[in-house]
């Protein structure tokens, strides 16, 4: 059976849906939501489609080929959502960004607007775009990034998102070669890591730019997490593939 579920609670409220086998869409409230998908090609949205309702929902995607849409942040890696049982590879499930709201106002960070960018040649990323993911050791160094790169990620363990900023750019041990354009302000990026316990997904963006050039220079990046990989404790050379990620108007 095909089942549509749409959850609404109190403020302040947890709320836990299960479903059993089908294609099931299931979209959360603003509140803290528990989430288990059965059997099935399901659909899961785990807040309203608001910069500020975001809030750390807990998913468990189930067998089956599972989507979770990502929406927002609120400006706080606190707020990224729990999934366990994220199956990734050919045939997996998939995440999937919505410009539209990832794009907005705090969404990511407080008071900043980002862009979704190819760090290659600057190009804004669009809904009809493939992931192209680049995999990058913690200890590569001076990494160029390739044509057409639209996400990094990071073969190795990196503690936090601080670490991963301080990673990426000039000084640090996989500081990325970009376009000049690719390091404008706004331009962001997503990232595959692990801190050795989970794997998350973040998005980085420039902040700010210190000079006009083909490296992010020391505090120019910003991370957030928009995701948590309940248990992958390891990013592995070709685990995540293209098709484990989308990009939606």
Same mark, same amino acid.
């Given at each position: 059976?095909?089942?549509?579920?749409?959850?609404?609670?109190?403020?302040?409220?947890?709320?836990?849906?299960?479903?059993? !086998?089908?294609? #099931?869409?299931?979209?959360? /409230?603003? +509140?803290?939501?528990? *989430?288990? $998908? @059965? %059997?099935?090609?399901?659909?899961?949205?785990?807040?309203?489609?608001?910069?500020?309702?975001?809030?750390?929902?807990?998913?468990?995607?189930?067998?089956?080929?599972?989507?979770?849409?990502?929406?927002?942040?609120?400006?706080?890696?606190?707020?990224?959502?729990?999934?366990?049982?994220?199956?990734?590879?050919?045939?997996?499930?998939?995440?999937?960004?919505?410009?539209?709201?990832?794009?907005?106002?705090?969404?990511?960070?407080?008071?900043?607007?980002?862009?979704?960018?190819?760090?290659?040649?600057?190009? !804004?990323?669009? #809904?009809?775009?493939?992931? /192209?993911? +680049?995999?990058?050791? *913690?200890? $590569? @160094? %001076?990494?160029?990034?390739?044509?057409?790169?639209?996400?990094?990620?990071?073969?190795?363990?990196?503690?936090?998102?601080?670490?991963?900023?301080?990673?990426?750019?000039?000084?640090?041990?996989?500081?990325?070669?970009?376009?000049?354009?690719?390091?404008?302000?706004?331009?962001?990026?997503?990232?595959?890591?692990?801190?050795?316990?989970?794997?998350?997904?973040?998005?980085?963006?420039?902040?700010?730019?210190?000079?006009?050039?083909?490296?992010?220079?020391?505090?120019?990046?910003?991370?957030?997490?928009?995701?948590?990989?309940?248990?992958?404790?390891?990013?592995?050379?070709?685990?995540? *593939?293209? $098709?484990?990620?989308?990009?939606?108007?």
């Amino acid at each position: 059976a095909t089942n549509t579920v749409s959850i609404a609670g109190s403020p302040g409220a947890s709320i836990t849906v299960s479903t059993g !086998s089908g294609n #099931d869409t299931i979209t959360g /409230s603003d +509140q803290a939501d528990n *989430v288990t $998908a @059965g %059997a099935g090609t399901d659909n899961i949205t785990t807040d309203s489609a608001t910069v500020a309702s975001a809030d750390a929902d807990n998913v468990t995607t189930g067998t089956g080929t599972d989507t979770v849409n990502i929406f927002s942040v609120a400006g706080s890696s606190a707020n990224a959502d729990l999934i366990s049982d994220f199956s990734p590879g050919t045939g997996g499930d998939i995440l999937s960004f919505d410009l539209s709201l990832l794009e907005t106002d705090g969404a990511i960070d407080v008071g900043e607007v980002i862009d979704f960018s190819e760090l290659f040649d600057g190009s !804004s990323v669009a #809904d009809s775009d493939a992931a /192209s993911i +680049q995999e990058i050791a *913690v200890a $590569a @160094g %001076a990494t160029v990034v390739a044509a057409n790169v639209n996400m990094i990620a990071i073969i190795g363990t990196v503690a936090t998102t601080d670490a991963l900023e301080t990673l990426l750019e000039a000084g640090g041990g996989a500081p990325l070669t970009i376009n000049a354009a690719g390091g404008d302000v706004t331009s962001s990026f997503p990232v595959i890591y692990s801190d050795a316990t989970n794997g998350f997904v973040a998005v980085c963006f420039a902040e700010t730019e210190t000079a006009n050039d083909t490296t992010f220079e020391a505090t120019d990046l910003v991370c957030r997490n928009v995701a948590r990989l309940s248990g992958n404790a390891a990013i592995t050379a070709a685990e995540f *593939v293209a $098709a484990n990620f989308d990009f939606v108007p």
